[in-house]
């Protein structure tokens, strides 16, 4: 249902002049809004609910409840994005709004009417939507207000930064009043541009700082004073950099720059001191040498990689009075942009070097985002390097103790047994004693080398039993110690021999 009816608004509105001045509602674009209008229940069929925009004392509905041609009451209707439900019990009327945009901002109104063009409002509210943004130094911001075509195109633009509650710092304006079509004028890093076939007012803001964070609103100016045409909420970060050094150290430091945009601009390193002011300890030179300029006062060096974007800093034999707070920044004289920030801290030299680096990272120009660093220290002794070697050394004891240990299990493993001492069978006998017979040596038939198991002697004469029996050893086998292996058994039997058997 198309809603084409502008309600008239009483010339004497109690409810309006109540709420003077209005009561304003932000909210971020995309965002939604709800408002509630509360009512007198009255007896009776319920009067239809409107929820209006107003201009020029004229209510422009946007959407209202009905009755269908049964006359049922219909308490919930929507158009577009806008939602109005009434209930009729709570006597409450709400009202949703979703995704947002600039061009919503303005005021509103919710009332009832019955069956007429009057409308009687309950509630009235302003409404204001504002556009955020996020940045990082050195970024270029770009908004585009556009404006109603009710507005006078020549009337003139501005952007003006928001003082307090309700002033608002110019920056920038147009030329006009004028009936050019097109205006554009510059101040400092702002500017601002009015096509007024397209009726948009373009507005840049370029290096940006920390320091432009804030609430800032496109105006046009009226014969009663400049009017709101939309808010930008600005937020910018700054990067960041934290080093800690040694004495003697030195300190390299690489600040990435949008080449395109920055390629011709002086480059500077700079301290900041107590009054938070950035002296300039050494920039690039002002005419360029190729793609290379450098200057190098006392032990600090810079240079500009123009091709690369790429500036590189570096600090000598670093004291302890190096340590502050510095800037890479673009040089414009008199005048210092910061690119990277770098806290630094030296420390003495019995203390351990670290690093730590907190880098932001941008979403419009990704190039000019990082920051690196490097250091060159004289080698050091520490405690993590004196464990490192007593570890390496006892393990390399627990491998040759293993190795020892496993060389002796294989020898020992592998060491043939000794066989016992062969018994002799050589046999000087006495006088009156018989010479052997024979000799048997019954061995192990497995292997010829394993100990003796039995030995026969054959004597040729009888022996008597009382007569002793020697046997020679050689000298060797008598002169040694004897060995650890034993002999398991050796018997040795007297055979008795028939006594004709003796010639």
């Not at 400092?188 to 076939?197: E, F, P, Y």
């Not at 032990?299 to 500036?311: A, C, K, L, N, P």
């Not at 990277?340 to 420390?347: A, C, F, N, P, Q």
Request: hydrophobic share 30%.
């Amino acid at each position: 249902m198309e809603l084409r009816v502008l309600l008239l608004l009483p010339l004497c509105c109690p409810g309006l002049q109540a709420q003077t001045p209005l009561p304003e509602e932000s909210r971020r674009e995309g965002s939604t809004l709800t408002v509630l209008c509360p009512y007198t229940i009255q007896t009776g069929s319920p009067s239809q609910k409107v929820w209006c925009r107003l201009r020029n004392r004229l209510c422009e509905p946007l959407v209202e409840t009905t009755y269908s041609m049964f006359y049922e009451y219909q308490n919930q209707a929507t158009e577009g994005t806008v939602t109005i439900e009434d209930d009729i019990e709570r006597g409450t009327i709400s009202i949703t709004m979703r995704n947002l945009q600039v061009q919503d901002s303005g005021k509103y109104s919710c009332g009832s009417h019955l069956n007429t063009d009057k409308f009687f409002p309950l509630k009235t509210i302003s409404l204001n939507v504002f556009k955020e943004f996020h940045s990082q130094e050195l970024d270029t911001l770009s908004v585009q207000c556009p404006y109603s075509a009710q507005t006078y195109s020549t009337t003139t633009k501005a952007w003006c930064r928001r003082e307090g509650h309700t002033l608002c710092k110019t920056m920038v304006s147009t030329n006009y009043p004028s009936t050019r079509h097109y205006s554009k004028a510059q101040q400092n890093r702002t500017s601002i541009q009015d096509d007024t076939w397209d009726k948009t007012v373009t507005i840049t803001m370029q290096k940006l700082q920390e320091q432009d964070t804030g609430v800032y609103w496109c105006t046009r100016n009226t014969y009663t004073g400049p009017i709101r045409i939309m808010e930008v909420r600005l937020t910018v970060s700054k990067r960041t950099q934290q080093y800690t050094a040694r004495e003697s150290d030195m300190l390299h430091v690489q600040c990435l720059y949008s080449s395109p945009d920055y390629r011709a601009v002086t480059k500077a390193w700079c301290k900041v001191g107590a009054g938070k002011e950035c002296a300039v300890l050494v920039r690039t030179d002002q005419q360029p040498s190729e793609h290379h300029r450098t200057a190098q006062p006392g032990t600090t060096t810079i240079q500009d990689d123009s091709r690369r974007g790429i500036i590189t800093v570096t600090m000598e034999k670093l004291q302890a009075q190096d340590s502050g707070v510095y800037w890479c920044a673009l040089y414009e004289h008199p005048q210092l942009f910061r690119i990277v920030e770098v806290t630094l801290d030296i420390s003495n030299g019995s203390d351990e070097t670290t690093l730590s680096v907190t880098a932001n990272t941008s979403q419009t120009t990704p190039s000019v985002n990082n920051a690196s660093f490097t250091t060159t220290a004289p080698p050091k002794r520490s405690s993590v390097n004196i464990f490192i070697l007593l570890s390496v050394f006892l393990g390399i004891l627990l491998i040759l103790a293993l190795t020892s240990v496993i060389t002796l299990c294989i020898k020992k493993h592998r060491q043939p047994r000794q066989g016992n001492r062969q018994a002799e069978d050589i046999y000087d006998k006495p006088e009156d004693t018989a010479q052997f017979q024979s000799t048997e040596r019954m061995e192990s038939p497995e292997n010829d080398s394993k100990d003796l198991k039995y030995v026969t002697l054959n004597f040729i004469n009888q022996l008597s039993p009382e007569e002793p029996l020697y046997a020679n050893v050689g000298q060797s086998q008598a002169a040694e110690k004897p060995k650890a292996e034993t002999v398991e058994y050796a018997n040795i039997a007297l055979k008795q021999l028939p006594a004709n058997n003796k010639g």
